[in-house]
T-cell receptor
Framework: AQSVTQLDSQVPVFEEAPVELRCNYS??????LFWYVQYPNQGLQLLLK??????LVKGINGFEAEFNKSQTSFHLRKPSVHISDTAEYFC???????????FGAGTRLFVKA | IAGITQAPTSQILAAGRRMTLRCTQD?????MYWYRQDLGLGLRLIHY???????GKGEVPDGYSVSRANTDDFPLTLASAVPSQTSVYFC????????????FGPGTRLTVL
């Protein structure tokens, strides 16, 4: 069975500071990893995904994530955040041919001026 | 392009009543999904459909049913609502499963009293 753990439920950070949102997963098979963002009162939208190849994945809005197989992690990073990055971020895992994507509980990023 | 539409936007429902949440996509995606989002639990998959005419159970299917008569529509029915079904419900679609990005609707906020 697959599972996803987001290690921080809330992350407050000042504008223009760097941020890292942590995600660990468990799976007995090869996985695909995703980060989605949810802005207030909206549905989720994809930030980035890891399928194969380079372990450093770049996404939209300046975010990037690194797949670390040995540590079973897929942490999301941004070198300098903006007020507009305030949102909830979800890490998710899926597998080849499957339809059951497992989402983490979410991390609420709050960017302060 | 509308993407995914959900109706209603919100609903207050008496316990024991029947309710159908509607979901329509215009992207001709094969796969569709229903999730519920609860604070601290992230998104949990209720049911999915990998193609028209075929459905499957997710993590939390009890008390819910779905149908997929055509490619575009994927309604979710609560046969006899209970207060524990109070949640925000999201419909999503993807071209297929596994590696494909999921596109989410705006959600339906359901309160069961």
């Amino acid at each position: 069975a697959q599972s996803v753990t987001q290690l921080d439920s809330q992350v407050p950070v000042f504008e223009e500071a760097p941020v890292e949102l942590r995600c660990n997963y468990s799976s007995s098979v090869s996985v695909y990893l995703f980060w989605y963002v949810q802005y207030p009162n909206q549905g989720l939208q994809l930030l980035l995904k890891y399928l194969s190849g380079s372990t450093l994945v770049k996404g939209i809005n300046g975010f990037e994530a690194e797949f670390n197989k040995s540590q079973t992690s897929f942490h999301l990073r941004k070198p300098s955040v903006h007020i507009s990055d305030t949102a909830e971020y979800f890490c998710a895992v899926s597998n080849t041919g499957g339809f059951k994507t497992i989402f983490g509980a979410g991390t609420r990023l709050f960017v302060k001026a | 392009i509308a993407g995914i539409t959900q109706a209603p936007t919100s609903q207050i429902l008496a316990a024991g009543r029947r309710m159908t949440l509607r979901c329509t996509q215009d992207m001709r995606h094969n796969a569709m999904y229903w999730y519920r989002q609860d604070l601290g639990l992230g998104l949990r998959l209720i049911h999915y459909s990998n193609t028209a005419g075929t459905t499957g159970k997710g993590e939390v299917p009890d008390g819910y049913s779905v149908s997929r008569a055509n490619t575009d529509d994927f309604p979710l029915t609560l046969a006899s609502a209970v207060p524990s079904q109070t949640s925000v419900y999201f419909c999503a679609s993807s071209e297929n499963g596994g590696v494909d990005t999921q596109y989410f609707g705006p959600g339906t906020r359901l309160t069961v009293l």
